[in-house]
């Protein structure tokens, strides 16, 4: 039963994330797969390492526009016609028709969203050793779950269901939160060594972080069982809440609510990359014409990165307050949304049946940390296979205030030129789902999915994700320098 405001409160991050920007309306890194490790990425390298910004092929990169959006479960799938012709509202639905549940999945079931802008930006190389960039982000995400499979049946399967009287359920834990922030980044990298063989580089980013919206709820150590129909009984729980007071001030329309410089905070990147090369080149073919033609004349380059370190402090909205769940008696319908009932009018009526626990009026919302780990081998100067790992820091299970990456690892063949490239993107994440994508790089447009092969032999879905950005390249004519063989193209 208290599970039911759990899912009120995920409803609300999902509808504030995936609302925000009109065309994904459904990964918490600006990302593409292949495509953000390559030696072509420039700007959009620097939010997944920074250090990749040393040493690239340009003398400067200038960032248009881009936008990266995921949105992803493992307990509902809906067929294709529903992704291209969405209802107007939840309640629209029908389940079996328009989506279906995992009611006989093992373990515990998640959900996740993200929406990543990439505002104007820009990344400039001061010489042959460092760089710097600038880059300005609109993001947020939303994550929910740690659930198991009986309990999520509970309240999904037309709650409350007589069916599932007289059976007692245990809930160790649920929780969701989203947040919805503006990011300013200053980064600096610089080669730190080059004898020729071995080239390594190193850099950071120094975040200004404001805060927009954020909010959680987590419900620790419930068990309840249903009576009947018309009576349950909560033995034990506890349900930790809280959301920012601009989210209990709401506006229309929601951008009416994204303010540059409200509720201030801090965060970093820090990353290091490391290329063996062959031949004892080094990074020494800069000219005036084409700017460092030989970035891609290693056999293999590593690189470790940590990023998203950081939070924001909000205070919280008045009269927001934990909940003791014990009750020995409640009507199971009282804990339904009622029609025309808005999640806040919800949550202050739930609160008059349960007793208040005292809490700190702030909450610190912690942004998404992860170590991301990258081996790229080039083959022959065209091709190259990335391997790529990304693992969450902060999706332990008893900090309620915080959202998270999913952690995923991938391995993408890819081909890349001056002007074109193409990424294969194969990546399988934390809850064992796996994936195909497409990406395309044609000069200064880059777009692509890293689940849009497995979505098109997929009858029903329960994940999608898409990228596009469009940059200001130098783009030089004439013959081709001399270097490596990418460089001729």
């Given at each position: 039963m208290p599970f039911r405001l759990f899912r009120a409160a995920y409803l609300l991050c999902v509808i504030i994330a995936m609302s925000l920007f009109g065309p994904f309306?459904?990964?918490?890194?600006?990302?593409?797969?292949?495509?953000?490790?390559?030696?072509?990425?420039?700007?959009?390298?620097?939010?997944?390492?920074?250090?990749?910004?040393?040493?690239?092929?340009?003398?400067?990169?200038?960032?248009?526009?881009?936008?990266?959006?995921?949105?992803?479960?493992?307990?509902?799938?809906?067929?294709?016609?529903?992704?291209?012709?969405?209802?107007?509202?939840?309640?629209?639905?029908?389940?079996?028709?328009?989506?279906?549940?995992?009611?006989?999945?093992?373990?515990?079931?998640?959900?996740?969203?993200?929406?990543?802008?990439?505002?104007?930006?820009?990344?400039?190389?001061?010489?042959?050793?460092?760089?710097?960039?600038?880059?300005?982000?609109?993001?947020?995400?939303?994550?929910?779950?740690?659930?198991?499979?009986?309990?999520?049946?509970?309240?999904?399967q037309d709650f409350p269901n007589p069916n599932f009287t007289k059976r007692r359920y245990d809930m160790q834990i649920a929780n969701g939160s989203f947040h919805w922030w503006n990011e300013f980044g200053f980064t600096y990298a610089r080669v730190l060594k080059d004898d020729g063989s071995n080239v390594l580089k190193g850099g950071v980013t120094l975040k200004l972080l404001s805060g927009v919206a954020a909010g959680y709820a987590q419900v620790d150590n419930a068990t309840f069982m249903m009576d009947s129909r018309t009576s349950g009984e909560i033995n034990d729980g506890t349900l930790k809440i809280g959301y920012s007071d601009r989210v209990a001030n709401w506006e229309k329309p929601n951008m009416s609510n994204y303010k540059v410089f409200g509720n201030m905070g801090l965060g970093m990147d820090v990353g290091v990359t490391y290329e063996w090369r062959e031949t004892m080149d080094g990074l020494t073919g800069y000219d005036d014409t084409q700017w460092n033609p030989e970035a891609d004349d290693y056999r293999l380059r590593l690189g470790l990165s940590i990023t998203d370190l950081g939070g924001i402090t909000y205070k919280k909205a008045s009269n927001v307050t934990d909940l003791d769940l014990r009750t020995s008696n409640i009507n199971p319908d009282d804990l339904r949304v009622r029609k025309g009932e808005s999640w806040q009018q919800y949550y202050r009526r739930i609160q008059t049946y349960f007793t208040p626990v005292a809490s700190s009026d702030k909450f610190r919302m912690n942004t998404p940390a992860a170590l991301n780990l990258m081996a790229d081998y080039n083959i022959d100067g065209r091709f190259f296979v990335d391997a790529s790992g990304r693992i969450a820091l902060n999706a332990g299970k008893y900090d309620p205030s915080k959202t998270y990456v999913v952690s995923y690892f991938q391995v993408t063949p890819r081909y890349d030129s001056r002007y074109i490239g193409g990424y294969l993107p194969l990546s399988v994440n934390r809850n064992g789902q796996f994936d195909a994508g497409l990406g395309l790089r044609l000069g200064p447009l880059v777009i692509g999915s890293s689940t849009m092969l497995s979505n098109l032999f997929q009858k029903n879905k329960n994940r999608l994700d898409g990228f596009i950005a469009l940059r200001i390249i130098p783009i030089k004519r004439g013959e081709g320098k001399t270097g490596c063989p990418a460089a001729q193209f």
């Open positions: 309306k459904a990964q918490a890194q600006f990302t593409l797969g292949g495509y953000s490790n390559s030696h072509y990425a420039g700007i959009h390298g620097v939010p997944n390492n920074p250090a990749s910004a040393a040493g690239t092929h340009y003398k400067w990169d200038v960032n248009i526009a881009g936008v990266n959006a995921a949105a992803g479960n493992t307990y509902i799938r809906m067929p294709r016609s529903i992704l291209l012709h969405p209802p107007d509202s939840l309640r629209a639905l029908k389940k079996n028709r328009d989506y279906f549940l995992d009611t006989m999945g093992s373990g515990k079931q998640f959900a996740w969203g993200n929406v990543d802008v990439m505002m104007p930006s820009v990344l400039y190389s001061i010489d042959e050793l460092q760089s710097v960039a600038f880059t300005w982000r609109v993001r947020a995400m939303a994550n929910g779950g740690n659930v198991n499979t009986d309990v999520v049946n509970f309240f999904a």
